[in-house]
């Protein structure tokens, strides 16, 4: 399944999530799958966004790390459900705004959590989804960048 699909998947069930369990569920579903795309574009991606792309995939691992791994049946696994990225710039803009909502849901927990281990751990799982998401915003800003330098070179 393609990159976009399966964020929009992913969007749709952390919107649709209930309590926390399964948020929580859902925001550790979001890291993982942020880490299969940066994966993927570090090793079949341009370049200039290798680098990045590694840090992706490294920080949306801590972002899996925080989160105490969901029991998940199988074929549940959206990040083993990449088959391609398809268009670089819309999976991107798409994980940006899925890693945005996954913070925005664990703050929800965050401020409502009735335990100390709960809310240190939604602290923990959101620093992780910021910091995924501003290294999806590098890997925009890169891609933005080499677009440029292409269409210069086409143009000259």
Same mark, same amino acid.
């Given at each position: 399944?393609d ?7 992913s969007r749709r ?6 309590g926390?369990?399964?948020t ?5 579903q *979001?890291?993982? =799958?942020?880490?299969?795309? %940066?994966s993927?574009l570090a $090793?079949f991606?341009? @370049?200039? &966004?290798r680098?990045? *792309?590694?840090? =992706?995939?490294?920080?949306? %691992?801590?972002g899996?790390? $925080?989160?105490?791994? @969901?029991? &998940?049946a199988?074929?549940?696994l ?10 670089a710039r819309?999976a991107?803009?798409? &994980?940006?705004s899925?890693?945005g909502?996954?913070g ?7 401020s409502a ?8 751990q939604?602290?923990?799982a ?14 925009l ?14 143009a000259?």
């Amino acid at each position: 399944m393609d990159a976009v699909r399966l964020i929009v998947t992913s969007r749709r069930a952390l919107a649709g999530s209930g309590g926390a369990p399964e948020t929580m569920t859902e925001v550790w579903q *979001a890291q993982a =799958l942020a880490q299969a795309i %940066g994966s993927r574009l570090a $090793v079949f991606g341009p @370049p200039e &966004l290798r680098g990045e *792309a590694l840090g =992706l995939t490294e920080l949306a %691992g801590r972002g899996c790390g $925080v989160l105490d791994t @969901p029991d &998940l049946a199988n074929g549940e696994l959206r990040a083993a459900q990449l088959t391609e990225l398809g268009d670089a710039r819309q999976a991107l803009m798409h &994980l940006g705004s899925l890693l945005g909502e996954a913070g925005i849901a664990l703050v929800g927990i965050a401020s409502a959590a009735d335990d100390e281990a709960t809310y240190w751990q939604c602290m923990e799982a959101i620093d992780a989804a910021e910091e995924s998401r501003d290294r999806v915003r590098e890997l925009l800003r890169r891609l933005a960048v080499r677009e440029e330098v292409l269409a210069e070179r086409e143009a000259g």
